[in-house]
């Protein structure tokens, strides 16, 4: 229905300069008469809202496709439904029949005007699920037996495809959205809420990267009903906005992305620039890139509903840079409206400057309830067809004067190739913007083209990378520009974290890089044996207890690693050994460890025996300045040390509540040597956010690196 509305003033959140310019504007123009587009351009359209995935009885669901209308119609009160039961079931020699029955069905409940019945599928792969709709019979894994195969049918029929669920942890994602020209013609949209559980699935780090590597998909929002709860499951719904409720406009509003997944039931939201609205692009001229010119964009909010007012309105772009943020401003005491009783809308206009030749932008809107709206994007590009994504330095931390590499990706979304074209590296540090490196490359029609680039920062200091294509025919370049950088001092302290003896936390120290490599470390991983030369751009070693048993790696370390390590430490350098719970199987054991510190004449050893706390396997052990101010530090599973009467000074850097000694350490020859009952910088122990483990971690590093053991 047309929904009327009135605005509401913004009140801004503190945010960062460019933001805050975006953000300003608003203000500026909300003051303005055309403040009133939003509301004028969402009064042309009809909002609808319903559900694009379930499943009945004719596949692994329950009941027929007619109780799933009926319910969804009724109980749900849903203006339009999709039945998506599995492609393969309709492809079983008993089943064939289940899939015309299913378009009868639909068709007896197809009301124009009133509510639409819509009948897909769903297709099954290892690399993803995903549904299919407007095609005269189902796919099947049977038959389409890989992606190229299900794209490749939804071409022949000028199908609508849906990456389904996108979720990182249970499936690889179409291998992380690889641009694919055929499907992005014919997928057009994703799933950014699935799933009719205790809560709505968020996937919205999985359409923001979709985005990036350059498909054109709208966000929805499925329940993926396998019980006879379509609709009612949870208030989660697929917003569409159309000039009329017919399966025919339903199709269209699909196709053209004019969707939004939202996690409340009935809220209206448009997002538009001009003429054009959400599933647009918009095609600027390439001199408008990065020249100040600005677009203004209309944001429309409503709900019908006194209590389901906005916490917080975002623009969301590129790489998931929040470019403009607004909180709405709460009612005044006794001005909340009944239920059912609409009252008011959030309307705003907001310009932004395009940073790139492909930009995607999308509304999202945050409820006081919590209730989250993401919409489809609007596209604005310069009309070339490219793309860039994951442009960036790969190297952890980046320092003056070290070479460090930086890879970009080259989506060309146009059918042909395109031959010599020129990419240039810019390192750009304002008022500075030079020239770093430069190659020609071939770019694939309707693929990606990794190209990398080998960078030597000039200087410590904020800079940023810009990747510059000039294409043949083209008069103007195209420009990319990467994210912010930190350029570090080429001293910093260089850290080397083993990796190649099967330890105790390998692929878990994605926590332990990013701390030290926001506090002025230079982390790194091997695999390579330890050797001299291995260490010789290293100040500190990091080494956690391998474990012994079968591994692709090996479970031990050779007699030449273990003298390495020694002749290392009293040459100067650093080392941290972290070790494990011992456990009854004999799968680990301190007795390396113990031999590499009888090697270097160390005071301290580990002990065959585990660290508890009221019979678990983790242990909390206290550090601090004094009795009173010990602080807590967590391990999932540890052993304890022992100090050895050598004369040598040892220093207890922490102990258990029963007085066992966790973590000590020890000047040998010109280095240091700490050792820890176990690694508290795993990514599992630092997301223990009431412990002291990012603290304590830090504080050691600072005495590996020659520095006062401060404990503070």
Known sequence: MRTPCRALRARLLPLPFPV??????????????????AEALAG????YFGNLHSHTSYSDGVLTPSDAFRHARHAAGMDFHAVTDHGYYMQEATNLHHWFLAHEEADQFYEPGRFVTLVGYEWTFTDGHMNGF?????????????????????????????????????????????????????????????????????????YRRALDRGWHVGAVSSQDNHRADWGTAAPTRTGLIASELTREAVLSAMRGMR????????????????????????????????????????????????ADRLELVEIVSNGGEVVWQSAPERPQA???????????????????????????????????????????????????????????????VVRSGVTARVRAEIVNRNEQAMYGVTAVLYEAAPPCRRAVSSQRVDLAGWSGTDIWFDWNPAAPGETGLELELLMPEREAPLIFPGAPLLVRRADITRVLIDEGHNNRYTGYMDGFLALLAASDYSPRISEEPISLDALADTDILVVNLPEIGFALTPTSFEQGELEAISAFVQRGGSLLLAGWSIGPDGSRTGEQFNALLELMQAAVRFADDELQVDGSSSICAYWGPSEVGNRPVFASEACPLSIEDRGATVEVFARAADGRVFAAGQSIGGGRVACLGAPVYSSLDLKRDLYGNSDFTLALMAWLGKGVWTAN
């Open 20 to 37: 805050l310019v975006a953000a300003i504007a608003v203000v500026l123009a909300l003051s303005m008469p055309q403040a009133a587009a």
């Open 44 to 47: 042309s359209y009809n909002h």
């Open 134 to 206: 407007d095609t005269p019979r189902a796919a099947s894994r049977d038959t389409q037996r890989n992606l190229t195969a299900f794209f490749e049918f939804l071409e022949e029929h000028d199908g609508i495809g849906v990456f389904n669920h996108p979720d990182y942890d249970i499936q690889p994602n179409w291998n992380d959205f690889e641009y694919r020209g055929l499907g992005d013609r014919q997928v057009s949209l994703i799933e950014v809420g699935s799933g009719p559980y205790r809560h709505n699935v968020r996937n919205e780090r999985a």
């Open 259 to 306: 969707t939004y997944a939202t996690e409340d039931s009935n809220v209206r939201v448009l997002f538009s620039s001009g003429d054009s609205v959400m599933g647009d692009e918009i095609v600027i001229a390439p001199d408008a890139v990065m020249s100040g010119k600005f677009l203004e964009f209309q944001v429309y909010v409503a709900d019908p509903d006194g």
């Open 334 to 396: 006794g001005e909340a409206g009944k239920a059912g009783e609409e009252v008011g809308a959030y309307e705003a206009v907001v310009s932004l400057t395009p940073r790139s030749s492909y930009n995607w932008y999308y509304l999202r809107a945050v409820q006081v309830d919590g209730d989250v709206i993401v919409t489809s994007p609007i596209w604005v590009t310069t009309g070339s067809g490219i793309a860039v994504c994951d442009f960036a330095c790969v190297d952890t």
